[in-house]
């Protein structure tokens, strides 16, 4: 099982960026993916999710609105568009999985997730 996430890098404010989160070794058709972040001297939190039975989404709030995410089944991975980015979305971006059920209590949890790919920086200054 690996996932590998890329995309990032520096953007000025109100600008875009798409995060990959190319996986393998499973099918993000059947499991979960999470996006998470950590910026320095915070703790990691959940950013964005999507299920791998029906497809549904979920953001945490400073996020809604302006962060999408999707999933390419043909290529197996999964997206996180990112519009109006700000300052203080600055931080490393990771994806995770697991293979056990993730409920909505939980999906935010990162001990939750056994399975994290390397992490890519996002910088949003101008």
């Known amino acids: 099982v690996q996932l590998q996430a890329s995309g990032g890098g520096l953007v000025q404010p109100g600008g875009s960026l798409r995060l990959s989160c190319a996986a393998s070794g499973f099918s993000v058709d059947y499991y979960p993916i999470a996006w998470f972040r950590q910026a320095p001297g915070k703790e990691r939190e959940g950013v964005s999710y999507i299920s791998g039975n029906d497809g549904s989404t979920y953001y945490t709030d400073s996020v809604k609105g302006r962060f999408t995410i999707s999933r390419d089944r043909a290529k197996n991975t999964v997206y996180l568009q990112m519009n109006s980015l700000k300052p203080e979305d600055t931080a490393v971006y990771y994806c995770?999985?697991?293979?056990?059920?993730?409920?909505?209590?939980?999906?935010?949890?990162?001990?939750?997730?056994?399975?994290w790919g390397q992490g890519t920086q996002v910088t949003v200054s101008s």
């Open positions: 995770a999985t697991d293979f056990e059920p993730v409920t909505i209590a939980t999906m935010w949890v990162p001990w939750r997730y056994d399975y």
